[in-house]
């Protein structure tokens, strides 16, 4: 670790603390050199997979473009913000779960869909019309009666 005020490389850690229930560890450090103290944050690396889209694209895994496009099934629904929180994070369970380097798109919107099916149907149906591009009116009369 270099030193943030004079570049030094050998700094000694001071102390060292959990936090954020034990995803952080904060660590206070000396440099040897100046005798400044600073700290730093130490955070696991999570590599999600790839989606890879219907054109062959391939884009990193954004749990941002998923809570949009959830919100936009959710809008005007009386679901707290918790639990989208926590329907976002079991997705993202899954996915590194699966151990897959890349996901289809279809794959991230069936994940996505049950979760909304848990949540509120209205969504549900909102998401997976669009999701599912309906050709006509009975499949998404269909789609209604499943649930």
Known sequence: MHCPYCSHDETQVVETRDSD???????????????KRFTTYERPEISMPMVVKKSGERVEFDPAKLRASMGLALRKRQVSVEVVDAAIERIQEKLLASGARELPSARLGELV????????KVAYVRFASVYREFEDVDAFRQLIRDI
Do not use: A, Y
């Open 21 to 35: 229930e034990g995803g952080v560890v904060r660590r206070r450090r000396r440099c040897l050199h100046c005798e």
């Open 113 to 120: 869909m049950r979760e909304l099916k848990r949540i509120d």
